[in-house]
Every structure is written in C-alpha cells, then in structure tokens.
C-alpha cells in the first residue's frame, strides 16, 4: 500500500507525541539523568552550559542517526512516523541541525574548561565512531549491536561531570553506575527494537531485534537480572542510594512495559499505516522512554518543591 505523505505531514499529533518525533524526550532522559549523576558524585548541580551543551549534543546525535536512516528509506514499504517524518522534512532538519551544531561547538568552545574539552573530545570521538559504525554493514555488529553502544554512550554522556570531577576518587563507584545505567539504556533501545522489529525487516534496517527475533521474550528477565544487580550492588555501597533509586525504578517500569507489549508492530494497525488508524502514535517508544525518564523527574520535581518551600535539597 502506497503512503499519502500529504495526510502524514499535516496529521494532527498531541505535543507529547512530538516530543518523541524530534527526539526531545531523550533530550529530557539525559538533562535528567546528568542531574541526578553530578548531584550524586559532584555534590552539586550542572552549570548552565554543562546542561546546554549535553541537550543540544543528545538532540544532534538522534537527529542525525535519523537523518541518515530516512536517506535509506523505502517510503512504499512500512516504517515508523519517525523516520517518516525526519524523510519528509529531511531538507529543513539538515538546516536547523547545521545551526545547532554551530552553536554547540562554539558554547563548548567558549564555556569549557581544559578537562571539559578533553573529557568532551574523547566523548565525541566515540560518538564519530558510533555514528560510522552504525551507518556501515557488517558482522561487527552481532557483537557489538547498536543499542548496547548507544546505552553506554549515552550513559557515559550523563555522568561525563561525574567522571570529569571524581576519578579517579570514586572510579568503581562511577564505574559501576555508569555500566548499570548503560543496561538499563540499552534495555531501553532493544524494547523499541523489539516493538519495531518488522518495520525494520520491511526497510532492511539491522537491529538487535532483527538478529535476535525473540528478544522480546528474554528481555523482561534481563532487567529482572539487573534490578537484583543494583539491589545487590547497592548493599555493598558501589552504587549510591539516589543512582540506586532511579536504577531500580526505571527497570521496574521498563519491565512492566515490556511484559504488557510483548509482540512487535505490524504493517496494518501501526504508527506507519495512517488509512488504518486515526491518530499515528508511537505509543509503545512512549512508554519506553516514560519508564527511563519518570525516576529522575520525580526526584527533580520534589527537589524543585523542597525548594519552594525552603527545605534543604541536598
């Protein structure tokens, strides 16, 4: 069935919807999550470009993934709105994107101290080679798939002050946290995966999903691993009670949303197929990233209550 890009385009969708479209949700996943890291090992909150430079960093690296999976595109065949809508505004995201970058390297240039820069430039030159990486074909990737990659770089993103400031002081503290909020991350990525699996066999896109079909089956008992993991952990003081909390909680939620969306999406009745719903919502990748993002934000939202009312917030 042929895709109405007209109806796409102009199709009405809630503000929290596109969100997820223009990848602003993992923008708040990782402003939240470099919160709850810097308060926990630096003993203080992110400094004003800290945050900017790490949003505007998380929101180029998604769009231009995107970008660069819409140029492979097949429209004729299924796909998510996502990457529909990244295909159809290509031109104008690759413009914004341009501007963005600018103003990122030149924040980071003009702010940063020396250990920012280097720390930064080591992140950086991960982020290049993931990028490459998971543009290119190959076997590499039956043993280093994508979203294991991206989880720990996004991970190792959110607590770069943390490392910047404390190792190597607390490096098996900041090792640990860092590798267990890299899993909880991934889990996230393989969930979508899972979810999008045939819409990604449609394009001929690779995904853990795509190699590993029944990943949706195992998945729920990974992160029950992982909750013991950080309970575990946590006991014998290698993870903090706040990084603990927020572990746990996003892994409880994250399994809760994969045990109830257990099959990945079809051609007819998904995001992709406009004549067969009427509002194409990505609702599971929703839920994903609400299940990652809800724990910090709660933390987030009773410091900024404390505050108000002049309780003590550290």
């Avoid at 003993?43 to 995107?66: A, F, K, N």
């Amino acid at each position: 069935m042929k895709v109405d890009h007209d109806v796409a385009a102009s199709t009405p969708l809630a503000a929290w919807c596109w969100l997820h479209v223009y990848s602003l949700d993992a923008v708040a996943i990782g402003l939240c999550w470099h919160l709850v890291m810097t308060n926990t090992f630096c003993s203080r909150d992110p400094i004003w470009y800290e945050s900017v430079v790490l949003g505007l960093s998380i929101w180029l690296i998604y769009t231009l993934d995107r970008l660069l999976d819409s140029r492979r595109l097949t429209p004729q065949h299924p796909h998510t709105l996502r990457h529909q809508v990244h295909w159809i505004q290509r031109r104008a995201l690759s413009a914004i994107w341009c501007v963005v970058a600018i103003v990122d390297v030149m924040l980071g240039a003009l702010m940063a101290t020396r250990g920012q820069l280097v720390w930064g430039s080591a992140l950086v030159a991960a982020v290049v080679v993931y990028v490459i990486a998971v543009q290119s074909s190959g076997r590499w990737r039956q043993w280093f798939p994508k979203e294991l990659v991206a989880g720990m770089v996004f991970s190792s993103g959110v607590s770069l002050s943390a490392w910047m400031q404390q190792f190597p002081h607390q490096g098996a503290e900041l090792l640990v946290s860092t590798g267990l909020a890299g899993c909880l991350f991934a889990s996230n990525c393989i969930a979508v995966a899972c979810w999008e699996r045939r819409l990604d066999q449609h394009q001929g896109f690779t995904s853990w999903a795509t190699l590993h079909p029944r990943s949706a089956h195992w998945l729920p008992l990974a992160l029950t691993i992982q909750i013991l993991m950080t309970g575990i952990l946590f006991s014998v003081g290698r993870v903090p009670a706040l990084v603990a909390s927020c572990l746990v909680g996003g892994q409880l939620l994250l399994w809760a949303v994969t045990r109830v969306h257990r099959h990945p999406v079809s051609q007819r009745g998904s995001d992709w197929d406009l004549h067969s719903v009427s509002l194409p919502v990505p609702t599971f990748s929703l839920l994903a990233d609400a299940a990652v993002l809800f724990p910090p934000l709660v933390w987030v939202a009773v410091r900024c209550v404390a505050a108000m009312i002049g309780m003590p917030t550290q």
